[in-house]
């Protein structure tokens, strides 16, 4: 599967985005997906995920109450909307796609075979 992640850009603390992660080549609905982000000079980290189904999600504890995933398996599409944030959200953001995720591992980057190109979010203070 490949995916091709957009939306990111330039907001204010506070403000909110939109990012999208749009999937092609295979069924989208066999695969969990997640987004993981990667700030300079760190290393990439867990964000939320999302089952098959769409109907459990996970977040880290650092995005709880501000970001929320979705997908909408028709579309073949992935969103994160992101509120409330803040300037240390600032980072690339990577949709990723994998397949047998079982729960224990969803946020690990290795449970993630299929990786999006990223998308920059920079929140200014």
């Known amino acids: 599967v490949q995916l091709q992640a957009s939306g990111g850009g330039l907001v204010q603390a506070g403000g909110s985005l939109r990012l999208s992660c749009v999937a092609s080549?295979?069924?989208?609905?066999?695969?969990?997906v997640g987004w993981f982000r990667q700030s300079p000079g760190k290393d990439r980290e867990f964000v939320a995920a999302i089952r098959r189904s769409g109907g459990v999600t996970y977040y880290a504890d650092s995005v709880k109450g501000r970001f929320t995933i979705s997908r909408d398996n028709a579309k073949m599409t992935l969103y994160l909307r992101m509120n409330s944030l803040k300037p240390e959200d600032t980072a690339v953001y990577y949709c990723?796609?994998?397949?047998?995720?079982?729960?224990?591992?969803?946020?690990?980057?290795?449970?993630?075979?299929?990786w999006g190109q990223g998308t920059l979010v920079t929140v200014s203070s």
């Open positions: 990723a796609a994998g397949q047998g995720v079982i729960l224990s591992s969803i946020g690990s980057q290795a449970s993630y075979k299929y």
């Open positions: 080549g295979r069924t989208f609905n066999s695969y969990a």
